[in-house]
């Protein structure tokens, strides 16, 4: 999958994407563009109103030599809770998530009510109650994992690191705490990355992950899409933020974050994606952007789209538009979607630009004959560790691969 780039002015553009409510949606972020806050916050940076993790403790207090104090006062036995040492999150992010939930319970996001009430029905109602549990839990650890990661990329990410630190950082977060590295077969189709961390820059709006070599480096006057995935069991959150250190585009990234909230709390059962886009378009457009003092207005982007997300696949079939269409498809109960808006000071369109830096195998594509050997040695590798989660060339590399870019345009065809 290549990168897109903005057409017209190249100009900074971000996206946003959030976690909606189980009942209607998961809120997630995906392959298609990046985006400012996760659902649950109002600041820059996207975690305004994280929540530290709940305490866990873990025993590791020594017992007391009962023979060399025997003749001493007796101490007052203290909780054995007590005395256990308080778990926290490291920076960078490398404890266990599940060392930090014991139980295996993971926390609950953030539920956006519907504006209009009276649309709750009695078969949304009747869905919520059938919601398989482990299906939820698995969302949200994936949730929550995203969420300490992405705590502290927004807090660390400064001018001058390169895009290749920023993505293995990040990497490297998600698999630590879903206790997943990825390096045997099949491991990284339990839990870890759920799409190759995207980094797009200034017009470039998303999709871009840092092959090896890239030399590219963060800078001040940058405005940067960080798009995030993470899967537990094939299930996939989806969520991005934009950073800028330039106050100039606040605005911007203030109008795809209520653009972004306004998709979420209209979301639901039956509701049409034309309407949604419709009211994510008038929230969106009714901002402006002042540079070197000429006044631009924010363009909702109108050939890329959120989507739905299926279990291990990222782009489920629907799509949601940031834009008043002729769309008449439905969410429907039980869907997962991700829900995107990209807004720009340009013409509002997108084109594939830049090098190819995801890859993934398309469902239930029919097979396509691979005459060379290195070819059908790579797909076996791709079938072993990623199915149909995408993935990028650095993540071949972790595996040992080398020599692999002859059958990964071989194989271009049937993946």
């Known amino acids: 999958m290549a990168s897109k780039t903005y057409e017209g002015r190249i100009d900074p553009s971000v996206g946003d994407t959030q976690k909606p409510k189980p009942n209607t949606a998961v809120n997630l972020r995906g392959a298609s563009l990046a985006g400012d806050g996760d659902g649950d916050s109002d600041d820059a940076d996207g975690d305004d109103h994280d929540e530290e993790a ?101 807090s660390t990410i400064k001018p001058g690191q390169t895009l290749i630190s920023i993505a293995e950082g990040i990497e490297d977060g998600v698999r630590a705490l879903t206790g997943h590295q990825g390096l045997e077969a099949g491991d990284s189709l339990k839990a870890g990355m759920g799409f190759p961390v995207g980094l797009s820059r200034n017009d470039c709006a998303a999709h871009y992950n840092p092959n090896k070599g890239n030399k590219m480096v963060l800078q001040k006057e940058d405005v940067m899409k960080i798009d995030i995935g993470v899967h537990v069991n094939g299930r996939i959150v989806d969520s991005a933020f934009t950073i800028a250190f330039d106050p100039v585009y606040d605005n911007l990234l203030a109008a795809v974050k209520e653009a972004t909230n306004t998709g979420i709390s209209m979301a639901g059962i039956d509701v049409r994606m034309s309407d949604l886009g419709g009211a994510i378009q008038e929230v969106m457009e009714s901002y402006e952007v002042e540079i070197k003092g000429t006044m631009y207005p924010v363009k909702a982007i109108r050939n890329i789209t959120g989507h739905n997300i299926n279990q291990y696949i990222i782009h489920g079939g629907k799509s949601v538009p940031f834009v008043k269409n002729d769309e008449q498809t439905k969410m429907e109960e039980g869907e997962v979607f991700a829900i995107e808006t990209f807004g720009s000071t340009g013409k509002g369109n997108v084109r594939d630009d830049l090098e190819t830096s995801h890859y993934s195998k398309v469902p239930n594509a029919p097979r396509v004959p691979l005459h060379v050997a290195s070819a059908r040695s790579l797909l076996k590798t791709i079938d072993a560790n990623f199915g149909t989660l995408p993935f990028c060339p650095r993540f071949l590399d972790r595996l040992g691969l080398d020599k692999y870019l002859f059958g990964v345009s071989l194989g271009n065809s049937s993946f």
């Open 54 to 154: 709940p305490v866990a403790f873990a025993s590791n207090v020594g017992s007391v030599d009962k023979k060399e104090n025997s003749k001493k006062p007796k101490k007052k036995k203290k909780n054995k809770t007590a005395r256990r040492a308080a778990l926290k999150q490291s920076s960078p992010p490398r404890v266990l998530l599940s060392d930090l939930f014991p139980p295996g319970v993971y926390p609950e996001g953030k539920f956006v009510k519907y504006e209009n009430t009276s649309r709750i029905t009695d078969e949304e109602n009747r869905h919520l109650n059938r919601f398989d549990d482990q299906f939820l839990n698995d969302y949200r650890q994936a949730a929550e994992v995203h969420r300490q990661v992405r705590q502290w990329a927004s």
